[in-house]
T-cell receptor, first 112, second 111 residues
């Protein structure tokens, strides 16, 4: 079954902690993306990757970090430097940057 | 910088009505325009992709049009059903940069 998966579905973090959100795809896509969605704000791009071992900052990269060591995986770390991390996080992939994007089911992060 | 606007922010219609969702963008130098659907608490699902050289795309009861010169796209939904209730998002690509999304139109179809 081809697709894109995110885990966990729900994540709770204490202030000052780093947490890592998982994103895996078996669609053989080169490009992968992380978005943040807040109520009334639409999707905002955090980081994206054209290809393995390369990634670029999006509009709101501060307080986040990523890696792209494998084609299938693009984990996102929310660091303690991110002051307001409570949000819904969406991962997506596409064959190339301008092509149709396929989204995962999302991870809802809550800071306690 | 590309900006995408969707009007209205929310729309409520009775079942069976035909409806139009609007999307506008500020920079007409686009590569393609995409429409997505999002159900509450879920990821996005791709509905239609229109290349910059195309005027429209159709999928079932959905028809999307593109007027690149005026920076506008519309998504037409025929014979709306309660199952069409969702948020619809428009996004544009400039080719070598990621999609820029609008904030979406939240549609409610009342039975």
């Amino acid at each position: 079954d081809g697709g894109i998966t995110q885990s966990p579905k729900y994540l709770f973090r204490k202030e000052g902690q780093n947490v890592t959100l998982s994103c895996e795809q078996n669609l053989n896509h080169d490009a992968m993306y992380w978005y943040r969605q807040d109520p009334g704000q639409g999707l905002r791009l955090i980081y994206y990757s054209h290809i393995v071992n390369d990634f670029q900052k999006g509009d709101i990269a501060e307080g986040y970090s990523v890696s792209r060591e494998k084609k299938e995986s693009f984990p996102l770390t929310v660091t303690s430097a991110q002051k307001n991390p409570t949000a819904f996080y969406l991962c997506a992939s596409s064959t190339y940057v301008a092509d149709t994007q396929y989204f995962g089911p999302g991870t809802r992060l809550t800071v306690l | 910088k590309q900006e995408v606007t969707q009007i209205p922010a929310a729309l409520s219609v009775p079942e069976g009505e035909n409806l139009v969702l609007n999307c506008s963008f500020t920079d007409s130098a686009i590569y393609n325009l995409q429409w997505f659907r999002q159900d509450p608490g879920k990821g996005l699902t791709s509905l239609l992709l229109i290349q910059s050289s195309q005027r429209e795309q159709t999928s079932g009861r959905l028809n999307a049009s593109l007027d690149k010169s005026s920076g506008r796209s519309t998504l037409y939904i025929a014979a709306s059903q309660p199952g069409d209730s969702a948020t619809y998002l428009c996004a544009v690509s400039s080719g070598n940069t990621p999609l820029v999304f609008g904030k979406g139109t939240r549609l409610s179809v009342i039975a």
